[in-house]
Structures are given as structure tokens and as C-alpha cells.
């Protein structure tokens, strides 16, 4: 009797560790926003983190992506899947400016543990930009997806000018 009580113990307790195991989720290592990456560059003088960089979203002043951060070249903007366009405020050095972006969403699997993410493609001549600080935004890759690619690169004036 010990024997059939000890070998089904084992059945059930081997069973129950399957079970557990094989519904274990894999982890996703891999990027799952596709951002636009734009960089930041001061007229005549190249690739230049301002001063300052404060960036949010058009009504959206409590979630601000950047506050008066320093030491930025890169920022990372996002993008909404349910929109065509998204408008940002920028403001470097203490100036601001919008800056807004037309474009098409798609979806793409990132992998079997990651799942989907939506990729962007902005449409051509409809990035719309006001000058107070920002001189000119060249288009460098209208796809925007989860690579590490340059996006757009954000010429900005130097406040003397």
C-alpha cells in the first residue's frame, strides 16, 4: 500500500511541477517602443545638449518626457497609435516652441515574448514646427520603429540670436 501511496505522490508532485514550469511567461529583453529619436544640435556648433529640455505632450503639462533636464542630445518622443498627428512642446534654454508630427501606425511583432508594438511612418513635408528657438527639423528616417536609428535632428538657435 506504501508503495502505490509513494509512487502516485510522485506522479502528482512531478505533474504539478510540469505544470507550473510550462506556464512560466519567457522574458521580453528586447525594445517594445518604437520613439522617435531626435537630436538635438545648436546651429554652426553640431550635435549640442542645451542647457535645458523640458518636452510634453500638447495639453499634457503634469506629464512631462523631459523637465528642464541638462545634458540631453537625444530625446525620445512617443508616438500615439490611436492618432495621426502628435503635437509636443518644447522648450530649450527657456524658449518654447511646438513641434508636430503627422503620420500612419502599423502594427509589428516584436517577438513571441514581447508581443506587439506599433510602428510609425511620418508623412512626408507634414512636421510642422513653430521658430522661436527651433531654426529647421530635418527628416532623417520617416520609419519609426524600435531600432536605435536617428529619426529627425532638431536644429535650435543660440539664444543670443
Known amino acids: ?23 512560466t511567461p519567457q522574458s521580453c529583453f528586447e525594445q517594445t517602443d518604437a520613439l522617435v529619436k531626435a537630436t538635438l544640435y545648436l546651429n554652426n556648433k553640431g550635435l549640442l545638449a542645451p542647457d535645458s529640455l523640458t518636452v510634453y505632450g500638447l495639453n499634457m503639462e503634469t506629464n512631462k518626457l523631459y523637465d528642464k533636464s541638462k545634458s540631453i542630445t537625444i530625446a525620445l518622443l512617443p508616438l500615439n497609435a490611436s492618432e495621426s498627428h502628435s503635437t509636443f512642446i518644447i522648450k530649450i534654454n527657456g524658449i518654447t516652441d511646438t513641434l508636430e508630427f503627422w503620420y500612419t501606425s502599423y502594427p509589428h511583432l516584436v517577438s513571441k515574448e514581447c508581443g506587439y508594438t506599433f510602428y510609425h511612418n511620418l508623412i512626408p513635408d507634414s512636421t510642422f514646427y513653430s521658430n522661436n528657438i527651433i531654426d529647421y527639423v530635418d527628416i532623417r528616417n520617416n ?19
Open 1 to 23: 500500500m506504501s508503495k502505490v501511496v509513494s509512487g502516485s505522490l510522485f506522479f502528482i508532485v512531478s505533474g504539478i511541477f510540469l505544470l507550473f514550469y510550462s506556464c
Open 143 to 161: 520609419n519609426i520603429t524600435t531600432l536605435n536609428e536617428e529619426n529627425i535632428r532638431i536644429f535650435y538657435k543660440s539664444p543670443a540670436n
